[in-house]
């Protein structure tokens, strides 16, 4: 009798602690939609970059910087352990493909004619290590444009800037000490939290182009 009480009460214990668990979870992801224009926010681990910056830094040639491992910058979760989920509405949505996305980014922008940039991968392993920036080179982007941030494998959580939201990404190529070169990509927000901060691994920015372009 004594041990099915104990065994209950640790059942009971394990269930209560699941529940908390997954409320829990439930509340990072509501609190991670509610604040979506918030610029700090690494919506693949649904806390803030820890590489942001509000002095501009990430773009000063000869300047340092680490990149953490709870920012998941070259590891994309597998499905449904991300911390997206299905939200639509006229300024941001998920999808499960980048083909999805970079349609509705054509759809949002009102044009067949654009430009994607995607974040490479770098060629090592950056990760918690000293990185000197040796070059950088700001993209050219138009003034209306579309973010879109893998969150899961092939799964994109994507926003129109524009207006009053101006945003501007940079080509940093950086290298760790006795390392090879690499390019990130690094995002500078000029409304709501301004600063910048290291894009991650497989984000994408669409822009419109002038110049026509077959999709075919």
Not at 62 to 83: L, N, R
Not at 88 to 107: C, M, P, Q, R, V
Not at 152 to 162: A, I, N, R, V
Request: charge should be negative; charged fraction near 25%.
């Amino acid at each position: 009798m004594k041990f099915t009480a104990a065994a209950q009460l640790i059942t009971i214990g394990a269930t209560i602690a699941g529940s908390v668990s997954a409320e829990n979870l439930r509340k990072d992801r509501r609190s991670l939609y509610m604040n979506s224009g918030n610029s700090m926010a690494n919506f693949r681990v649904g806390k803030q970059y820890t590489t942001w910056s509000s002095d501009e830094h990430l773009t000063k040639v000869g300047s340092t910087f680490e990149i953490s491992p709870t920012d998941s910058y070259d590891f994309v979760p597998a499905k449904g352990y991300g911390y997206a989920q299905s939200v639509k509405n006229d300024f941001f949505s998920f999808f499960y493909s980048s083909e999805e996305a970079t349609k509705w980014a054509k759809s949002t922008l009102r044009t067949e004619m654009i430009h994607k940039d995607q974040v490479p991968m770098p060629n090592e392993s950056l990760i918690a290590k000293e990185l000197t920036v040796d070059a950088v080179e700001e993209l050219s982007l138009s003034e209306e444009k579309v973010l879109c941030h893998e969150t899961e494998l092939e799964s994109y959580f994507c926003h129109k800037l524009g207006g009053d939201k101006t945003l501007n990404i940079s080509k940093v190529t950086v290298s760790p000490a006795h390392g090879k070169p690499s390019t990130l990509f690094v995002a500078c927000h000029y409304f709501g939290d301004v600063g910048c901060h290291v894009m991650n691994v497989n984000d994408f920015i669409v822009s419109t182009s002038e110049e026509k372009i077959d999709f075919k």
